[in-house]
């Protein structure tokens, strides 16, 4: 099975890759963390978690549903993890969350995708997001090959500091800066619920006809970039710059 976390859809284009090259069934976690039933899964052999990065470690969508779901002691664990630049310290939160769960790691691996940080960084236009969508294709294949062929896919050391160090900064900004108070909704606002049904966390409302933003958000960019006519703002950076439509929608044009 190939288990995916996905805002804006590029971990759900890469799962979907991977499962077709291996031959296996893709399961979006959020179909059991929506509805709070703890899945506790049979089957043996392997597992691929795909994820993005956010701020340099596996989405914590993802980690907390490994650590919440049940799964057969011994299963081979995959991760791959999406990003703009870097997926950090995943190999040693993976290997570490193996080890608790009882999973043989066989390794991480990062595939670089168009940025998605909108209230961050600076998004790509579509036709230099198709370059980084091309290349990463041919990651994709190499790695499934990998794990087809039942070998690891990387098992890089991550140094005592630079864990402790990214894991402190992880906390920090989860707890202080993934909050919703600066998402608004302009006049632009066509009513249409697109927000509502894309937010992975349940976490959007439409009151009064403008979407409401509950406490519950992951910052994984999907409502402000898939509004069908832009209408959403983060504080005063992202005026102006390009929405991430995702993979699918970039390959289209
Ligand atoms: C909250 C947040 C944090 C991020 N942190 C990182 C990061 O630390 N390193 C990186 O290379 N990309 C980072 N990114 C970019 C995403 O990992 C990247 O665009 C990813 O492919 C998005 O996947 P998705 O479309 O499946 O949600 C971050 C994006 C978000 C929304
Ligand atoms: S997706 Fe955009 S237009 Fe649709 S309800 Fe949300 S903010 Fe309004
Ligand atoms: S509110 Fe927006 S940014 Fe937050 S989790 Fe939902 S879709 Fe993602």
């Known amino acids: 099975m190939v288990f995916y976390f996905s805002g804006t859809g590029n971990s759900r284009f890469v799962a979907r890759n991977i499962a077709r090259a291996i031959g296996q069934e ?5 179909s059991y963390t929506k509805n709070m039933e703890r899945p506790s ?22 980690t907390d549903f490994i650590e919440w779901a049940g799964f057969p002691s011994g299963i081979r664990a995959y991760f791959i ?37 909108i209230a961050l960084f600076t998004t790509k236009q579509v036709e230099e997001n ?15 090959g990998l794990i087809k062929d039942g070998k ?42 697109k927000c509502v049904s894309v937010c992975p966390l349940s976490n959007i409302t439409l009151k009064d006809k403008k979407p409401s933003w509950g406490k519950k958000c992951t910052h994984c960019m999907a409502c402000i970039n898939q509004c069908p006519v832009d209408a959403i703002e983060y504080g005063k950076g ?16």
Request: proline share 4%.
């Open 26 to 30: 893709t399961a979006d976690i959020t």
């Open 41 to 62: 899964f049979t089957e043996t052999g392997i597992y691929v978690f795909v994820c993005p990065s956010y701020m340099s470690a596996p989405a914590r969508a993802m």
């Open 81 to 117: 993890v999406t990003c703009a630049a870097s997926m950090g310290i995943t190999p040693r939160v993976a290997s570490e969350l193996c080890e608790k769960k009882g999973m043989e790691y066989m390794g991480a691996a990062q595939i670089e995708m168009p940025q998605n940080y």
């Open 130 to 144: 198709i370059d980084i969508i091309e290349k990463a294709a041919t990651e994709i294949e190499r790695i499934s």
């Open 152 to 193: 690891t896919i990387g098992t890089k050391k991550i140094g005592a500091v630079e864990y402790s160090v990214t894991k402190w900064v992880r906390d920090v900004y989860y707890k202080d800066f993934m909050k919703t108070t600066k998402f608004k909704a302009t006049d632009k606002c066509i009513a249409c619920g």
């Open 238 to 253: 992202t005026a102006g710059k390009p929405r991430y439509k995702g993979p699918d929608s970039a390959l289209k044009q």
